[in-house]
């Protein structure tokens, strides 16, 4: 089994900006992929964007040139650097783990840009 526990959302405004964290913990080792996801009220959840360990990174349209994904590929942490922040930006945020033949999610942490 795989938790993941996220951190870092909060209320800001419009323009500003906010990092979130996420660490997994228990059989990590086979994790090779993780990410952000999110869901706004009414809507159906989304990518935000992933990280293929020592691979690739993959974004939403919606954020490219504003968010920016890392991640520590010893640690199975990941990071979601989100910048120039816009009101239809907010929802909860979901981390993401992949292994093989198996998918995770964290509990969510809300992130509200509003002035």
């Known amino acids: 089994q795989v938790q993941l526990v996220e951190s870092g959302g909060g209320l800001v405004q419009p323009g500003g900006s906010l990092r979130l964290s996420c660490a997994a913990s228990?059989?990590?080792?086979?994790?090779?992929?993780m990410g952000w996801y999110r869901q706004a009220p009414g809507k159906q959840r989304e990518l935000v964007a992933t990280?293929?360990?020592?691979?690739?990174?993959n974004y939403a349209d919606s954020v490219k040139g504003r968010f920016t994904i890392s991640g520590d590929n010893v640690k199975k942490t990941v990071y979601l650097q989100m910048n120039r922040l816009k009101p239809e930006d907010t929802a909860v945020y979901y981390c993401?783990?992949?292994?093989?033949?198996?998918?995770?999610w964290g509990q969510g942490t809300q992130v509200t840009v509003s002035s």
């Open positions: 990280i293929t360990f020592t691979i690739s990174t």
């Open positions: 228990g059989s990590i080792f086979s994790i090779y992929r």
């Open positions: 993401a783990a992949d292994r093989v033949g198996a998918a995770y």
